[in-house]
């Protein structure tokens, strides 16, 4: 087996920064046992499988493709980054010749531009409703001991539990607060929860660029400690950011060690669209 493999570093211009991904090409049928332990092998927060729909397709000239994401220990419903990369690969790799490529997945078909200075993806949009604080104290204890905390939502679409932190802190806090995951699968273990997301408002003027807001995210309830950056969470973050802030236009960042930086706006139709740059880094061929 001899399948065309890439690594691309997705929300981000330069090497080495925002997330990695892993992305496959598939031209033909793969044993699902097979798509899993690519995936471990690749050690990477997702590995994303590209797969033509129809015999005569072709990754040049088609415009839809069947996508799959892969963490190092299960599959997941959506991928921001990886989505991301697998447009890059195809745009600037393989030469596609469209200008938008649609990916069937289990969250159903998304849109992938091409973009001036990046990429576009057009994803559905989560809304988040108030959570009560003691069913989820503990957890919130464990990760980050006595830090402010401003709001709590949740997202039962995807799982997420998203807390704000006080708007006191600046994005140096969040940057290098201490996040304990190690437990938090035990903390919770109703898989009511499967990701937090730590989120801080943007600090006003003065900074290029300015940031409406900032984040990190953590899911050891799928394997990954915590993602360098991810697009799924701000299907959630953007309509929470917006009702916030009365804007449907924002800047926002991940604060992760690698960083990544995303553009996201509200759509009329009720989704959002989540920009970002990918620096291909890697390209090779699987042999197994």
């Known amino acids: 087996m001899k399948l065309p493999m890439f690594i691309a570093d997705a929300f981000t211009v330069t090497a080495f920064r925002g997330n990695p991904a ?4 598939l031209n033909g049928t793969l044993d699902e046992d097979t798509h899993q332990e690519i995936a471990r092998e690749m050690n990477l927060s997702e ?3 590209i797969k033509k729909l129809q015999p005569t397709d072709n990754f040049t000239q088609s415009s839809r493709f069947g996508l ?3 963490t190092p220990v299960s599959e997941v419903p959506l991928c921001g980054h990886a989505t991301l990369a697998s447009a890059a690969v195809l745009f600037h790799k393989i030469g596609n010749t469209n200008s938008t490529l649609t990916f069937v997945t289990l969250s159903g078909e998304l849109k992938a531009r091409r973009a001036d200075d990046g990429i576009v993806l057009d994803f559905p949009l989560y809304p988040t409703f108030p959570q009560d604080v003691h069913e989820v104290e503990d957890l919130i204890k464990v990760a ?3 830090t402010l905390v401003q709001d709590i939502r949740y997202s039962p679409d995807t799982r997420n539990l998203l807390v704000r932190l006080s708007d006191s802190y600046n994005r140096s806090f969040l940057e290098t607060l201490r996040v304990n995951t190690e437990t938090l699968p ?10 937090l997301i730590l989120t801080l408002k ?3 003027g003065g900074q290029t660029p300015a940031y409406d807001f900032y984040s990190r995210y953590f899911a050891p309830w799928i394997g990954v ?3 360098p950056v991810t697009g799924s969470t701000h299907t959630i973050l953007g309509p929470y950011w917006s009702e916030q802030l009365g804007k449907k236009e924002m800047r926002a960042f991940q604060c992760s060690r690698r960083g990544g930086r995303l553009d996201v706006s509200l759509r009329p139709d009720g989704r959002v669209d989540l920009k970002g740059g990918v620096a291909v880094v890697l390209e090779g061929t699987l042999a197994a």
Not at 22 to 25: P, S, W
Not at 186 to 195: A, D, F, R
């Open 186 to 195: 035990q903390i919770e273990n109703t898989v009511k929860v499967t990701g």
């Open 225 to 227: 400690a915590e993602d």
């Open 47 to 49: 590995t994303a499988f």
């Open 22 to 25: 892993a992305v496959c090409l």
């Open 202 to 204: 943007g600090e006003p």
């Open 144 to 146: 980050i001991g006595d």
């Open 68 to 70: 799959r994401w892969f």
